[in-house]
C-alpha cells in the first residue's frame, strides 16, 4: 500500500518527551543511552537531555538498502562499543523503528553478559517485530516517513545556473 505514516519534527519533539517520561515513569535510571545509527541518532540524543544521561553511545547496524529491502542479516559495523567497566550498568537501547525487530535483536545479543541491564526504547514499532520493546509511543504497520531521511541528501548546488 501507498499510505504511509508521516512523523514530522514537531511530532518528533512530542515523541522524543513521550518516550523519556514512559521511561521515567517506569522508574528505569539508565546508565547509558545506545543508539543505533543511523535511524536511532536523533531520538537517542533527544533522551540522553530528557533522561539527563551524559553518556550517550552508537553502534551502527547495517541491514535496509531500501524501503522494504534488507540484507538477509543486521552487520554490526565496526568500531563495536567494547563496554569496559560497564559490566553492572543499565543500558537504553534507543531506535526509531523497531520493524521486523532483528537490528535491534542483534544488537541487545551483542550487550548480553556484557552490562547488567538492556532495555529498548523505540518511537514506532510494528506488530511482527521479533522484540517487544520495552518502550514504545506509537503502534504501526505502515511504512513510515522519518523527517531526518524523506529528503534526499543535499549536494553541491550549481551557482552557474542562472536563476531569472
Ligand atoms: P528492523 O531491523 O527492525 O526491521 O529495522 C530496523 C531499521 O530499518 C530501522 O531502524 C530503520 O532505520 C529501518 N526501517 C524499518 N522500517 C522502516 C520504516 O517503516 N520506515 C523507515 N524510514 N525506515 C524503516
Known amino acids: 500500500s501507498e499510505e504511509r505514516e508521516i512523523l514530522t519534527w514537531d511530532k518528533f519533539g512530542e515523541a522524543s518527551r513521550a518516550l523519556a517520561q514512559m521511561v521515567a515513569d517506569d522508574g528505569y535510571e539508565p546508565d547509558m543511552v545506545l543508539s543505533i545509527a543511523r535511524g536511532g541518532l536523533l531520538i537517542g540524543g533527544a533522551m540522553g537531555y530528557a533522561l539527563s544521561v551524559k553518556n550517550t553511545y552508537t553502534m551502527n547496524v547495517e541491514f535496509y538498502t531500501g524501503v522494504d529491502e534488507r540484507l538477509e542479516v543486521p552487520r554490526i559495523l565496526p568500531p563495536a562499543p567494547d563496554f569496559v567497566d560497564l559490566h553492572d550498568a543499565k543500558i537504553l537501547i534507543v531506535d526509531d523503528v523497531a520493524d521486523?525487530?532483528?537490528?535491534?535483536?542483534?544488537v541487545e545479543e551483542f550487550c548480553e553478559g556484557k552490562v547488567g541491564e538492556v532495555r529498548t526504547a523505540v518511537i514506532y514499532e510494528k506488530s511482527h517485530s521479533v522484540v517487544?520493546?520495552?518502550?514504545?509511543?506509537?503502534?504501526?504497520?505502515?511504512?513510515?516517513?522519518?523527517?531526518?531521511?524523506d529528503q534526499p541528501p543535499v549536494t553541491k548546488r550549481?551557482?552557474?545556473v542562472a536563476d531569472a
Open 100 to 106: 521486523t525487530g532483528h537490528t535491534l535483536k542483534s
Open 132 to 149: 517487544k520493546c520495552d518502550y514504545v509511543w506509537k503502534r504501526t504497520d505502515l511504512w513510515i516517513n522519518f523527517p531526518w531521511s
Open 158 to 160: 550549481d551557482w552557474s
